[in-house]
């Protein structure tokens, strides 16, 4: 009797240690999984605005007939981060972009990178390493016929009870020659947080 | 498991944070701001004065111009306050400070940093954006810093007049407290509250003007002139905006309040602009001095037990000097005239008005306190004799130490100024209470130029950004 009451207690007090000692675990989880650690924009707010748009995009009857006998080409100017908190824009116009040059349709130029190529193309004009004949040359490029620009705005409000936020997410195709605006849409996110009773 | 969640440091039980602190501050006074940040007392996460802490780390960084070190330690305050905020609505770690802070004192409960130290850590946050050049990131922490303002706003009346409620049924009645606790009327000066901060809407309105926002930074301009009508910088900024956005209703409101000069200036100020001389900005935003840190002061209060029998109790409270320094200001001539830096905030001010409309709740715990702290003192005594009450009675009165924890590294009194120069390169000299000062700046067209000027005691510095 006293043996097994010894061994419940050393098995008890082995399973509280190894309760209380939390290891860390690494785990593979799936990227497109709903991620709802917290209220802030996340990585489901961001394929979900992106996958939006594009989808919009592409099946919109204007970009059909742009698309209809040519590819288009288009540059994406920066989204305007105009909420309370510190998003990285960029990725979002990098999941759009994308998207938009995996479907086929549309064709890209990088205007972050202008500064490499530059450097690239002087390094084969002028460093003496390349050959002349095959140096790419300088004044080919073709120029974008179409902007792709956007705001992200967002609204907070919160009480004792719980925080919700609003996010719109406008985005905007414009011919560059024109200055039409050929296409737009917006998509909105709602997250509400509430609060709970009790916790540590 | 209990002091791994909430724990409080032995020396914040027996000492005041201002005596802490002293150290810090006669460094920051000389500035030498690495010396001071090395002796800022060291908190770790899950103490209840770690924010506090990287407040005061974060505020000496920016003065050291360590930028980037200095945003980092305002964003985990920020991630603090948010989860303060988002927490369950019964925390029960809150109530074993509590309980804690029952047997010992105040400061063995988690700080919980006031709306206007809020508001002055994203401006300083959306100032180290901006030293970055992130303007998209300065404006974040703009809109951060609005969002507190209106949660203040409309968090404030109710809770003032609640906690005065409960004081008054603790059996400390508003009238004795007033009575007894030292007067800081002259400190508070005209401030009607402890959280709004025009300096903050100031800001917010010249960095929307930079990023070409002009309606979002009417708005904010009208906000800091409800708080501060006199500052005639601001004055003529909504005078200024309001001519450019067409507000023909307020034109005409502020036609009557503003003087003639202001009026009758802008007017030329459009006649300029069909006849266009290049010019762009100047603003200046002037730091001055260091804010008080709160005093410990002793008061004895008439207080009605549960039996109804009235007894005089000893209560440690914490104040703040009843006294204002004087600052000139900054001012300069260029080009035969002179100029003048007016207040746009006065910290001291806000943390002595807020300290004020906290006090009920402060002496309502005490209180609470002082009926434990003597029933245990009792039960000591009657079980360990005359020993167990000596002992009881030295540490009933070693651990009475008021909460003088605050940001305590804030500058006191902010000023600002407007000028318009010609596009280039520009020298002026600058007088800071009493010092002289070069300034060296370069003014584009049409845009605004931002120097922030840091007086300590015979300490200035400058810092300009284009904007």
Same mark, same amino acid.
């Given at each position: 009797m006293k043996k097994l009451i010894m061994i419940t207690s050393v098995a008890l007090t082995l399973t509280l240690v190894a309760g209380c000692t939390n290891k860390s675990v690494v785990r593979y989880g799936d990227a497109t999984e709903v991620e709802?650690?917290?209220?802030?924009?996340?990585s489901t707010d961001l394929q979900k605005v992106a996958g939006q748009m594009t989808d919009s995009l592409l099946l919109s009857p204007v970009v059909g007939t742009l698309t209809a006998n040519s590819r288009p080409i288009m540059f994406v100017e920066s989204i305007k981060n105009k909420t309370s908190e510190h998003i990285d824009t960029e990725s979002i116009t990098d999941s759009i972009s994308t998207k938009l040059l995996r479907s086929g349709k549309f064709r890209f130029v990088d205007m972050s990178r202008v500064e490499a190529a530059r450097k690239q193309l002087d390094y084969q004009q002028? !460093? =003496?390493? /390349?050959?002349t004949a095959k140096a790419m040359q300088f004044g080919k490029q073709v120029g974008a016929q179409y902007m792709l620009y956007g705001n992200l705005a967002s609204i907070v409000k919160s009480n004792k009870d719980q925080t919700d936020v609003y996010y719109k997410f406008t985005l905007r195709l414009m011919d560059?020659? !024109? =200055?039409? /605006?050929?296409w737009a849409d917006e998509t909105e996110i709602r997250k509400t947080k509430g609060k709970e009773f009790v916790s540590w | 498991m209990l002091t791994a969640c909430a724990s409080t440091s032995f020396s914040d039980l027996f000492s005041n944070y201002n005596k802490q602190m002293h150290g810090v501050k006669s460094a920051q006074q000389r500035g030498n701001f690495e010396q001071a940040l090395t002796l800022i007392p060291q908190r770790d996460k899950g103490n209840v004065s770690y924010s506090l802490s990287l407040l005061e780390k974060g505020r000496l960084e920016y003065l050291a111009n360590q930028h980037e070190l200095s945003k980092q330690d305002f964003e985990l305050v920020y991630k603090q306050v948010q989860q303060a905020e988002q927490?369950?609505?019964?925390?029960l770690s809150r109530g074993v400070e509590n309980v804690a802070a029952v047997v010992?004192?105040?400061?063995?409960i988690r700080y919980d940093i006031p709306y206007y130290e809020q508001s002055m850590l994203h401006s300083y946050q959306a100032l180290n954006y901006l030293s970055q050049n992130d303007l998209s990131g300065a404006l974040v922490e703009i809109r951060r810093a609005n969002l507190v303002q209106n949660k203040a706003l409309k968090a404030n009346q109710q809770a003032i007049f609640d906690s005065q409620k409960k004081m008054a049924r603790k059996g400390v009645s508003p009238e004795s407290l007033a009575s007894k606790y030292p007067s800081m009327n002259t400190a508070i000066?005209?401030?009607?509250?402890?959280?709004?901060?025009a300096y903050t809407f100031y800001l917010s309105g010249v960095l929307y003007e930079a990023a070409g926002q002009a309606n979002d930074a009417y708005i904010d301009y009208k906000k800091a002139l409800e708080i501060y009508p006199h500052n005639v910088t601001v004055q003529q900024d909504v005078w200024r905006l309001a001519n450019v956005l067409g507000m023909d209703n307020d034109i005409q409101l502020f036609k009557k309040r503003f003087s003639q000069d202001i009026a009758k200036g802008n007017s030329q100020g459009s006649a300029n602009k069909q006849s266009p001389a290049a010019s762009g900005q100047l603003v200046v935003l002037v730091e001055q001095g260091i804010i008080n840190s709160k005093q410990e002061v002793s008061i004895h209060l008439p207080i009605f037990t549960s039996h109804g029998d009235m007894r005089f109790y000893s209560l440690a409270l914490p104040s703040y000097q009843n006294r204002l320094r004087q600052y000139s200001g900054l001012s300069l001539s260029y080009q035969g005239k002179h100029y003048q830096s007016q207040e746009i905030v006065r910290l001291q001010s806000l943390a002595a008005k807020q300290l004020q409309d906290e006090m009920p709740v402060i002496v309502t715990r005490q209180v609470v306190r002082i009926i434990a702290k003597e029933e245990i003192r009792k039960q000591i005594s009657r079980k360990g004799g005359d020993i167990g009450n000596i002992l009881a009675a030295l540490y009933n009165v070693a651990s009475e130490?008021?909460?003088?924890?605050?940001?305590?590294?804030?500058?006191d009194s902010i000023h600002i100024l407007r000028l318009d120069f010609a596009p280039g390169k520009h020298e002026v000299e600058m007088n800071i209470n009493g010092n002289k000062r070069t300034v060296n700046f370069e003014i584009f067209e049409d845009r605004q130029t931002l120097v922030k000027l840091t007086a300590i005691g015979n300490y200035t510095h400058y810092q300009s950004l284009n904007l």
């Open positions: 709802t650690t917290d209220i802030s924009f996340g002028n !460093s =003496g390493m /390349v050959d560059l020659e !024109s =200055g039409l /605006v050929e | 927490a369950a609505k019964v925390q010992s004192n105040d400061n063995a000066g005209e401030v009607k509250n402890g959280f709004q901060n130490k008021a909460d003088t924890r605050s940001w305590s590294t804030l500058p």
